[in-house]
Nanobody
Framework: QVQLVESGGGLVQPGGSLRLSCAAS????????MGWFRQAPGKEREFVAS????????YYADSMKGRFTISRNNAKNTVYLQMNSLKPEDTAVYYC??????????????WGQGTQVTVSS
């Protein structure tokens, strides 16, 4: 059974940083692309970043380029999202997902439970 478990969310001041982690289990992690999405109250789930399994090529939503970095450690079965220069509008529940690097959440098969990120002074 595939499981994705996010961690690392919390409250941070504007301009601060957080690193989210997503630990995967249940199959060979290195063979699957991974993505991060977020969802703010009253809004649709939004693509943040993804990383392709075969060559670790990364993709970002325009508003996250230069601030967020996705990476993976196959030895630890974990994908990360380093978030810098955080803004209040980054406040959302952040989800990791697997089996695609697409921007469409419908392309992903498995999802974590989410971790809350709140950016506020």
């Amino acid at each position: 059974q595939v499981q994705l478990v996010e961690s690392g969310g919390g409250l941070v001041q504007p301009g601060g940083s957080l690193r989210l982690s997503c630990a995967a289990s249940g199959r060979t992690f290195s063979r699957y692309s991974m993505g991060w999405f977020r969802q703010a109250p009253g809004k649709e789930r939004e693509f943040v970043a993804s990383i392709r399994w075969i060559d670790s090529r990364t993709y970002y939503a325009d508003s996250m380029k230069g601030r967020f970095t996705i990476s993976r450690n196959n030895a630890k079965n974990t994908v990360y999202l380093q978030m810098n220069s955080l803004k209040p509008e980054d406040t959302a529940v952040y989800y990791c997902a697997s089996d695609s690097h697409a921007t469409n959440p419908g392309e992903y098969r498995y999802w974590g439970q989410g971790t809350q990120v709140t950016v506020s002074s």
